[in-house]
């Protein structure tokens, strides 16, 4: 049994804040809940329980050389992260990232049934999958 009950936090290095926020807090509608002075930005996804899951987000203080490009992906040590998202919410995402000129990839999830899924890159070349009801 899990002594796990979810994910806290996830945290990313970022190239450049405002387009990580663009992503994640405009696209994805996280709301950002830390003061505006504070350099790391802290975005909340959900809060189950009365504790928020996070994506925080954090300046790398040597962007141009940390970032392996778009097709060095491999180099990276996160593979991706993932969002679960209703029916509605998976089609206006998908929707909108197409019309963005993001690229939208598909797949099929390798264990979880019933569900669909796809794939973009977020400013920074980090994978995020959006899983949702079939």
């Given at each position: 049994m899990?002594?796990v ?8 290095w ?17 709301e ?28 790398h ?7 392996p490009s778009h ?10 992260l993932a969002?679960?998202?209703g ?10 990232f ?14 979880l ?9 977020d ?12």
């Open positions: 899990s002594r009950e979810g994910l806290a936090e996830i945290v990313l970022v190239a450049d804040m405002e387009s990580a926020l663009e992503f994640y807090r405009d696209r994805f509608g996280l950002v809940m830390s003061p505006p002075e504070l350099p790391n930005k802290f975005l909340m996804v959900a809060k189950p329980g009365g504790i928020p899951e996070l994506i925080v987000l954090v300046p203080p040597h962007p141009d050389s940390y970032f097709k060095d992906k491999e180099m990276r040590s996160l593979h991706h969002f679960r998202v029916r509605r919410e998976y089609e206006e995402l998908e929707t909108q197409i019309e963005a000129g993001i690229e939208v990839r598909h797949g099929v999830h390798p264990v049934k019933g569900v669909r899924t796809f794939y973009v890159d400013p920074d070349g980090n994978e995020v999958e959006v899983i949702g009801p079939a």
